[in-house]
């Protein structure tokens, strides 16, 4: 190498390390553009045999490289259409240039409708130190990929209000009557039954015995996580169960977040029920990955419960924790590059994967890897907040990407902060004010924001960012944004119209006076953005109201984009990811609507800077040429660019309306 040739040149004078620098071996490298990097690294595994044999050299002598990259033409994206393939190599390996060329254009029309190819020689001038402590290369088997965070920040969820809570005073304030009324005597007689024996429990079987009930509620009872976490931990007589909260919602989120693995592992053990498999589970998900208990511990806590005949049937996979490879996924995964493979691997359904695989391999992996870990917790700094002085003085707050946005990092729940208790913090994710801040308006105008979301950020921000122009909000209940009317209040905004209901023609018109400037409309959609908020998200998703939900984003796209003004803008925002509820739904409007122009579009990842799962498009309406030649007077239409073919895939899961979308 260049450094022992150095050396022969000091020790041994300069002939003696031109000869050694001679005799260097020179690195073919294989760029691959315009595909998708799971797609390169595939090709990389079956090929590179064959092409280092083709070059007659070693297999350690060829590398690939396959950078984040898309080939265009005409604007167009031509990922599997079109493929740039540049072989960079020493001269000396011209002479093999048409067998190599023969077999790159050949087997890469598997994955490429079209394939140019080029060759870039240059002659030495290349240089190399490799440690010899190390493998050359890395391969599959040197892979040990981290273990996944711990899902105890979960535990915030007790703290947070039940659905039914408010701020007394206001609309949808606490009901203080008494609910219980009459059939207290029978709830405390079942809570001190209850607690009696759980007291008896050792404390690792309690709180395995707890985990399982939870897990029941929610793979069961179709209970979301949060929900029954309040449900086990919140009421009064469990009170001295509270102390156990934050290891049980770690374990349980754990499992939840590994729930298609350890169905996978589980699924051919005969002899276990339901209730033993699930905890059976729970302990695999402490010795796998969340680890607070012993093994030894945990191992004898499951085995005590499942007794010694049952639990030689799942001793192995218990075993397998104590491995120096940390491979858990059962033999019959296939590759690790399958649907089947990256399913398990990252607790994602396959009808999900395919969903995201239209933005290509390479975007769907980093989607998974960023969804298989607990989101962070991003908060709006509210006007009377000076950011510079907030972080210095409360250090548990990071800033991020966009201004006003900041990370929250602490270990106290949130809603006990004074800050978001008094209303001038509030949960926000990053894109959100990303967008809105891309959309400025002056005075003398006017704004109508609707939102059909459960949470109220988009609102709040709608309040914080337009409070300086009449502003119109809508939204289906006054009673789930109750954050939203008591910020207007503190605010003393006078130019806000606050109406509740679902978006058509007829709230619309009775509760806007007159075309807006600009109008932002966010329908509830599939929100793939809460995947990371929810373990459980996916578990509970139902294909069968995917039409509903599509359905419900059209209405409220036309409805909303009625009252534009013409120059005004009319901008669509769904937190998911979907070509369907998000690119293809906007150019179906601008088909039926061609006043209006596209101005923007993006799909913003969650694994980008922004942190979100969102897709917004920006749309100006346009005043339509009339051509007077035309029979009376007809509107001549703007062309449209027409909407390309979506890819076809079918789904066994999802409604037959759907089916090839």
Not at 278 to 300: I, N, P, T
Not at 602 to 622: G, W
Not at 632 to 650: D, F, L, M, R
Request: net charge negative.
């Amino acid at each position: 190498d260049t450094f022992g040739a150095l050396a022969a040149a000091k020790t041994f004078g300069l002939p003696c390390a031109r000869a050694i620098m001679h005799g260097r071996k020179s690195m073919i490298t294989i760029d691959i553009l315009g595909l998708d990097q799971y797609v390169a690294g595939h090709y990389s595994r079956e090929h590179e045999k064959n092409l280092a044999s083709l070059f007659e050299v070693s297999e350690d002598e060829i590398a690939f490289y396959s950078p984040n990259s898309t080939l265009f033409h005409d604007g167009v994206e031509q990922i599997s259409w079109n493929c740039l393939i540049l072989v960079h190599a020493d001269a000396k390996y011209e002479a093999v240039e048409d067998k190599v060329a023969e077999y790159l254009l050949r087997t890469m029309t598997d994955f490429s409708v079209n394939v140019d190819l080029r060759f870039e020689y240059f002659h030495g001038h290349e240089y190399r130190r490799h440690n010899p402590d190390y493998p050359r290369f890395l391969k599959a088997e040197n892979i040990k990929e981290a273990e996944m965070a711990a899902d105890e920040a979960a535990a915030e969820a007790f703290d947070a209000p039940l659905p039914s809570e408010g701020i007394p005073g206001e609309e949808g304030g606490i009901y203080l009557g008494n609910a219980f009324e009459g059939k207290m005597d029978a709830l405390e007689e079942k809570a001190a039954a209850d607690l009696a024996a759980y007291i008896t429990m050792e404390e690792t079987e309690l709180q395995i015995s707890l985990a399982e009930e939870i897990l029941k509620d929610i793979t069961v009872e179709d209970v979301p996580f949060n929900e029954a976490l309040r449900k086990k931990f919140q009421p009064r007589e469990n009170e001295p169960l509270r102390k156990y909260r934050s290891f049980v919602a770690g374990l349980v989120g754990c499992e939840l977040r590994h729930h298609l693995l350890f169905a996978a592992l589980l699924k051919n053990v005969e002899g276990l029920d339901e209730a033993e498999k699930r905890l059976v589970a729970l302990g695999l998900a402490d010795v796998y990955y969340y680890k607070r208990v012993g093994y030894d511990e945990m191992v004898s806590c499951v085995k005590s419960r499942l007794g010694e005949e049952k639990f030689v049937l799942v001793e192995p996979l218990f075993q397998k924790a104590l491995s120096d490879v940390h491979d858990f996924m059962p033999e019959d995964a296939g590759q690790s590059w399958t649907d089947q493979y990256l399913s398990l691997r990252y607790n994602c359904p396959e009808w999900a994967m395919r969903i995201w695989s239209h933005y290509g391999k390479g975007v769907m992996g980093k989607i998974l890897r960023k969804n298989a870990r607990p989101g962070t917790i991003s908060v709006r700094l509210g006007a009377p907040i000076d950011p510079a002085s907030f972080y210095e003085a409360n250090p548990d707050f990071k800033p991020s990407a966009v201004e006003g946005i900041a990370y929250y990092t602490g270990k106290s729940p949130l809603r006990r902060l004074p800050d978001y208790v008094n209303g001038t913090i509030w949960l926000e994710r990053p894109a959100t004010k990303y967008v809105l801040d891309l959309l400025p308006l002056e005075t003398p105008a006017e704004a109508l924001v609707y939102s059909g979301l459960e949470d109220s950020s988009l609102l709040l921000e709608a309040v914080e960012r337009y409070s300086n122009v009449a502003l119109n909000l809508g939204c289906k209940s006054k009673n789930s944004h109750v954050a939203v009317s008591r910020l207007i209040k503190s605010k003393e905004l006078k130019t806000v119209n606050f109406f509740e209901g679902e978006a058509n023609d007829a709230l619309l018109t009775a509760a806007v006076s007159r075309p807006v400037d600009l109008a932002i409309c966010a329908p509830l959609s599939s929100s793939f953005d809460q995947i990371r908020e929810s373990p459980d998200f996916l578990l509970h998703f139902k294909n069968e109201e995917m039409e509903k939900v599509l359905a419900e984003e059209k209405a409220t796209l036309e409805a909303v984009g009625k009252f534009v003004v013409t120059g005004g803008k009319l901008v669509y925002m769904v937190y998911t990811i979907s070509m369907l509820e998000g690119h293809r739904t906007v150019n179906n409007f601008i088909m039926a609507h061609p006043e209006f122009h596209l101005e923007s579009e993006r799909q913003i990842f969650p694994f980008e800077d922004l942190d979100t799962a969102l897709y917004y498009a920006v749309l100006t309406k346009q005043e339509l040429a009339v051509d007077p030649e035309t029979p009376e007077g007809k509107v001549e239409e703007t062309p449209v660019a027409p909407v390309p073919p979506a890819p076809s895939y079918v789904d066994p899961a999802m409604p037959a309306s759907l089916q090839g979308k």
